[in-house]
């Protein structure tokens, strides 16, 4: 367990920041006051520096400002006591790739042939498999972002938290999501991939790993009560949401692990 009042530093991609859960905290980032870090942090009465942005990517951490942020990492001290860490599944474009499939395949409905031609010149660029080179990467930047923060603050319990599931057993190609049958099996291997590459990164640094991943599969999209958003073209300001991200009852859920693997 981590004392009351010790400073925690959350680190990640949009699915620790919390994009279009409100109340939105720092709008740039698309940071929400109910992202799993400040449940955590609200339960346990930690001190939280949340650094999360959503867009970043591993070298956001490591080395690369975003924006007018400085990398993530520089925000660790040595006197942080718990670092949770949420990235790498921008590394792949992972939900890019499921956007942009999703969108190519919404547009082209209507069976128009101007509607054929765009969806099939936006399906030429669209990759739905990356190689093992690609998920081993994201695992050697998992692992340097673990050892960087070693580094940094020495004395922290450092907790490797991946993404929930999007895709599961109950997710239906075309009912569900926008993709078809073909299309959604390599999402799945995907997820898998980027799940397998923290599990490596978690081995290789003895960090403790959260696997949201698998503790979320039965509450993907189409499931009877979904973790994350499924795809909408509407804007927020229209009563849209954020697609493919994680929704309140996920970002509670990956909090309720955090706590779980702290009090053990």
């Known amino acids: 367990m981590i004392a009351s009042g010790s400073r925690y530093v959350a680190l990640g991609s949009s699915f620790a920041a919390g994009p279009g859960i409100s109340p939105i905290v720092d709008p740039p980032a698309g940071r929400s006051g109910n992202n799993y870090a400040h449940l955590v942090a609200s339960e346990l009465g930690l001190d939280l520096v949340d650094v999360t942005y959503s867009g970043a990517t591993t070298a956001h951490l490591l080395d690369t400002p975003q924006d007018e942020a400085p990398p993530q990492l520089d ?6 006591a718990l670092v949770t860490i949420t990235i790498g599944g921008n590394d792949l474009e992972y939900v890019g790739t499921f956007l942009r499939g999703s969108f190519l395949n919404t547009i082209a409905k209507p069976a128009t042939i101007l509607g054929r031609r765009v969806a099939n010149r936006i399906r030429a660029r669209v990759s739905y498999l990356k190689d093992e080179a690609s998920y081993q990467s994201v695992a050697d930047s998992l692992t340097a972002v ?9 004395e922290a319990r450092i907790l490797l938290v ?57 509450h993907a999209i ?40 702290l009090k053990q």
């Open 75 to 80: 925000a660790l001290t040595a006197d942080t």
């Open 146 to 154: 673990v050892e960087r923060a070693r580094e940094r603050s020495p």
């Open 162 to 218: 991946d993404y929930l599931s999007l895709v599961g057993p109950a997710t239906r190609p075309r009912r569900d999501v926008p993709l078809n049958e073909e299309q959604l099996p390599s999402i799945a291997m995907m997820a898998d991939g980027l799940a397998g590459a923290f599990a490596k990164a978690a081995a290789a640094t003895g960090a403790d790993l959260i696997a949201a991943s698998a503790a979320s599969r039965d």
């Open 222 to 261: 189409g499931s009877p009560e979904p973790w994350t958003t499924g795809f909408t073209m509407l804007p927020l300001n229209l009563g849209g949401f954020v697609p493919y991200h994680p929704n309140s009852a996920g970002m509670r859920a990956v909090a309720d692990l955090v706590l779980d693997a």
